[in-house]
């Protein structure tokens, strides 16, 4: 019985040599994103569009995940095929995924993306298995630009690969890559960190917090005692794109009691953009609202946010802007091919405040 369980032993210890580990606190690595290192060997991943790349020989790629509770989604995407990512469904606990093989002799690169938000939880990235032989290699050169997004569900990209007559609030469905707001940093060429929270507020959210409480937080788990490093990572262009849940809360639902009147929605939203000015004086902000019915006609929302930007320019910041993205009539979250449309003309107002 000794010599047969040392024999067993010996098979599994060939099967983990079969392939060449990358660990997760490797040099060639690059994240984006704001991810906690505060273990650098279990790197925590949990705001939408966190991502990790990387160039690599050999036949092969297998991912490592940690997933907090089996709900969240990653797209990743092998020598630039953007069209068509492998999914992972993450298993709650520690599990690896096979997501590339018999590649071609020769270099590859991987770029590994979170569909999914806060909401469903943070993963712990554990590293890669590369084929036998394989290796990294020097990453992706950084890119220059660097843009932030402060949002809801919208800029986060929730139901946006739900049918159109269908339901939107399915993790499955949500792809923070298909959203607005990364493929506006896409066309700009441009790193992208998006902190946004689907149901978040300003004056109020479908839970007890809301942006003022979450915009400084390093994990997006919920409400929390962690803290973002904003000294670490300083944006070119801020978009905050809220005021949705607002709306609904305070209009529809009527959860504010008594409910705040125009002058202090107003105070409101031009006190967390000032948050945001403070942090980043030479950003170029972008106050954004919509695509849904925030924007439709009648609305006094989008007003709320123009008349907030005006006081601000009046008092000599001139270094910020608004745009509303239109209103279609569709009733639920935006689809991609209406994300597609809003990030056509943020990307529009972005190059022509940057001249990028």
Same mark, same amino acid.
Request: proline share 6%.
């Given at each position: 019985m000794k010599f047969r369980a040392g024999l067993v032993a010996l098979?599994?210890?060939?099967?983990?040599?079969?392939?060449?580990?990358?660990?997760?606190?490797?040099?060639?690595?690059?994240?984006?994103?704001?991810?906690?290192?505060?273990?650098?060997?279990?790197?925590?991943?949990?705001?939408?569009?966190?991502?990790?790349?990387g160039n690599f020989t050999g036949a092969s790629l297998a991912v490592k995940l940690d997933d907090q509770r089996g709900?969240?989604?990653?797209?990743?995407?092998?020598?630039?095929?953007?069209?068509r990512p492998v999914v992972i469904e993450a298993a709650q606990g520690s599990k690896t995924y096979a997501v590339a093989s018999d590649l071609r002799p020769g270099a590859h690169r991987f770029l590994i993306t979170k569909?999914?938000?806060?909401?469903?939880?943070?993963?712990v990235f554990q590293g890669l298995e590369l084929a036998d032989g394989g290796k990294l290699l020097p990453p992706p050169a950084p890119k220059r630009r660097r843009i932030e997004f402060f949002g809801d569900s919208i800029t986060t990209g929730m139901?946006?690969?739900?049918?159109?007559?269908?339901?939107?609030?399915?993790?499955?469905?949500?792809?923070?890559?298909? #959203?607005?707001?990364?493929?506006?940093?896409?066309?700009?060429?441009?790193?992208?960190?998006?902190?946004?929270?689907?149901?978040?507020?300003?004056?109020?959210?479908?839970?007890?917090?809301?942006?003022?409480?979450?915009?400084?937080?390093? #994990?997006?788990?919920?409400?929390?005692?962690?803290?973002?490093?904003?000294?670490?990572?300083?944006?070119?262009?801020?978009?905050?794109n809220l005021f949705q849940n607002d709306r609904w809360l305070i209009d529809r639902e009527q959860r504010l009691s008594p409910p705040p009147d125009d002058a202090q929605r107003v105070q409101a939203y031009r006190a967390f953009v000032r948050k945001i000015r403070a942090l980043y004086p030479q950003a170029y902000i972008v106050c954004a609202l919509g695509s849904m019915d925030a924007v439709q006609e009648g609305s006094?929302?989008?007003?709320?946010?123009?008349?907030?930007?005006?006081?601000?320019?009046?008092?000599?910041?001139?270094?910020?802007?608004?745009?509303?993205?239109?209103?279609?009539?569709?009733?639920?979250?935006?689809?991609?091919?209406?994300h597609q449309a809003n990030a056509a003309q943020l990307t529009a107002l972005v190059r022509k405040k940057m001249g990028w």
């Open positions: 098979l599994l210890a060939g099967q983990a040599l079969a392939g060449v580990a990358v660990q997760p606190d490797d040099a060639q690595l690059r994240y984006t994103g704001r991810i906690d290192f505060s273990d650098r060997a279990r790197p925590m991943l949990s705001w939408p569009g966190t991502s990790i790349e709900q969240n989604f990653f797209n990743v995407f092998i020598d630039g095929d953007l069209a569909r999914t938000e806060g909401e469903e939880g943070g993963t139901g946006n690969e739900s049918p159109d007559d269908g339901p939107d609030h399915l993790a499955k469905d949500k792809n923070n890559f298909m #959203s607005y707001s990364s493929i506006t940093a896409r066309a700009l060429d441009a790193e992208a960190h998006i902190i946004s929270q689907s149901g978040i507020g300003v004056m109020i959210s479908w839970f007890p917090f809301t942006m003022p409480d979450f915009y400084d937080q390093l #994990s997006a788990v919920g409400d929390n005692d962690t803290h973002w490093d904003f000294s670490s990572w300083t944006p070119d262009v801020v978009v905050i006094k929302w989008p007003g709320y946010v123009r008349a907030a930007v005006d006081q601000i320019r009046q008092g000599g910041d001139r270094r910020i802007d608004t745009i509303v993205f239109p209103w279609t009539g569709f009733g639920g979250h935006p689809r991609v091919k209406q």
